[in-house]
């Protein structure tokens, strides 16, 4: 906050006079007096549509007063010296009033404004006790909260070293892996879908936006709440909001994404808002600004690719249980019946997914079943041509990579090393890429073992290369250790290959 001070001496004047002087001065400039204390007076110059109203105070003691001007709309700099320019508009203006009489009905107005201050200030105190009463009835931390962030984020890390695009998903297989709503797959035993869903995220920026509101919410509702009222407003709103997408989307939906959660987050904050819990004077600023959230995310999920089902899912659970969570905390012996009721709203959620789950328009027969277990493994092997591909490019890359080894006439030491160098490392590497990324499709285990064993096979083929140049270079024994204890190792390799098919 830029401010500025400057101290003027006034000989032979009483504090009280030159408060009075000081008063008058403001009224002089058309400044508005606001607060008045036992020694000070605080005055705001005129606000128009181009400036912000700026404060000056006036510190007085016999003899002397003291004007500071200060910018306190959150200015960084005072780039148009506009402090300046006001103690100096205030001190010629004091000149001019102090050279007249001080006006009796000067001292009434500002005892009654020492008045109005202390009454602003008390009430201020008291609506700031009431809303740091409400804000911290558990006095709960934040630490739920950044547990569920970093549960997300680290899922998203592990998921896309698994082989999730990062920015724009196209291909769901790997959120199917992980725990993605899926219809066929939630309906046919996998309930836990429900819950795995709310922590697996569809990009980066999916991810971002998700968490940057769930701390939004959080940093009020968590303290407010307590760590098991907040849990479980979480995770039931988030279970409701998976059910929900499942009822709406009848076609089948692969759905995932903590939004549905933080609606419901969102939902319980707007009921306890639209009660008298949180003082008005919050209340309201609260009300337009989470409002806005809910109204633009509801209208902006309307477009193709979003899952507003779940978001209104989650948002009308979320209303619900915020306005039992009212009556809770209203009560003073509020914590044996929050138990109580917690196990209740618990109940209530993991039922109403049985009973949907279980609905006989959703249960699946035996022969149904089975087939979307087939389904099932469908989709676990469904990268399975593609990975073929892949072992078939890296065959390609193995036979053009070990070709120096097998030309004829046979190269020299000094020929062959300058090929190894090029052409074959340029080789090794590429298959080294080619298994890496087959490594991460959705194929059986046996595959995935078989990418792993050719990966320390062509690290131990880059490794020859590099002993073979040097074996060029020096020829030393050491050199032709190695070169044994690579080709044992190369041999080993190839064998459990065989081995594992």
Known sequence: MPSQKQEFSFPGKTTEQLLQLAYGTFLELEWTPKYAGPDAIIGYTPRSLSRYEDEVLIEAKDGAIVVTSSLVHNEAFDMMGKNKKHIR???????????SEIKPEWAERIEKLRQQT??????????????DKVMNLSGANLYVTYGIIAINVIVFILM?????EIFSVTDGHVHTKWGSNVTALTLSGDWWRLITSTFIHFGIIHLAMNMYALYTVG??????????????????????AGIISLWWHTDGVNSAGASGAIFGMYGVFLALLFTNLIPKQMRSALLQSIGIFVVFNIVYGMRSGIDNAAHVGGLLSGLVIGFVFYLLLKREDKIAKSNIVLAAIISATILSAWLYLNSPGNKKSQQERQAVINEKDQMRFADTEVYNNKMKAFGELEVEA?????EQPPLNAVELSKKLSTVSNEKWQRALE???????YNVSEKQKKQAEILIEYVLARQQELKIIVAVANNGSLENNKQMDAI????????QQYKDLN
């Not at 080709?487 to 190839?494: P, Q, R, V």
């Open 434 to 440: 080619v298994l890496e990324k087959a490594k991460t």
């Open 402 to 406: 070990l070709a120096p080894f097998n």
């Open 118 to 131: 202390v009454e602003t200030v008390t009430n201020e105190v008291n609506e700031s006790e009431k809303i």
């Open 89 to 99: 508009d205030f001190i010629t203006a004091f000149d001019k009033i102090n050279s």
């Open 487 to 494: 080709n044992k190792k190369i041999s080993d390799l190839l």
């Open 160 to 164: 896309a070293i698994d082989g999730a």
């Open 219 to 240: 940093i009020y509702l968590e303290p407010m709440l307590g760590k098991a009222k907040y849990i479980a407003a979480y995770l039931c709103t988030g279970i409701i």
